[in-house]
């Protein structure tokens, strides 16, 4: 994996937190919500809980200004929606975050396999990999996965993108 510019992503944290909805983003998170619920329950069977997990992907996603549908297609590509997911790699929880990340951007208490951290983490990391590729999807994704070079991974979500949640 390419070695993180945790300076280039520390504003991005912090601005995050900061942001507050306006009624007619509101709406629209609604409207989103309502769209996704259907295909999320493949994974996820309690509807409060897809509820849940459904507001914080958008929330977390449109702050860093990513398409939430992307996100969700992401973490059905990493883990199936299983928080307490850890790769043999040694990544965690939803969108498979690498544990060298929480000395870069956060806390030594941040944990991973709580789902509002861990989406922060990974939606940030997503974004700063899009924007140094300049909005190039195939070669984020390839980034946050760390095979850059290659497209068998951005493919894949790509394909779960298209075909469940869009």
């Not at 944290?13 to 507050?20: F, G, P, S």
């Not at 996603?61 to 929606?81: H, M, T």
Request: glycine share 4%; charged share 20%; hydrophobic share 40%.
């Amino acid at each position: 994996m390419a070695q993180p510019l945790p300076q280039a992503l520390r504003p991005t944290l912090e601005a995050a937190n900061q942001h507050h909805q306006t009624a007619q983003q509101q709406w629209r998170a609604r409207q989103w919500r309502t769209r996704m619920d259907t295909p999320l329950a493949r994974f996820i069977s309690d509807p409060a809980r897809r509820q849940t997990l459904l507001t914080r992907i958008y929330q977390e996603a449109r702050l860093a200004g990513l398409p939430p549908d992307l996100v969700l297609a992401l973490i059905q590509v990493e883990s199936a929606f299983n928080a307490d997911a850890i790769s043999s790699a040694g990544a965690v929880g939803l969108m498979q975050i690498m544990p060298f990340w929480v000395s870069e951007l956060g806390l030594p208490i941040d944990d991973l396999t709580h789902p509002p951290r861990n989406l922060r983490y990974g939606c940030t990391i997503l974004a700063h990999y899009l924007a140094i590729e300049n909005g190039d999807f195939t070669r984020a994704l390839a980034r946050y996965n760390g095979s850059l070079g290659k497209t068998w991974y951005p493919e894949r979500v790509m394909h779960a993108w298209r075909d469940t949640w869009r």
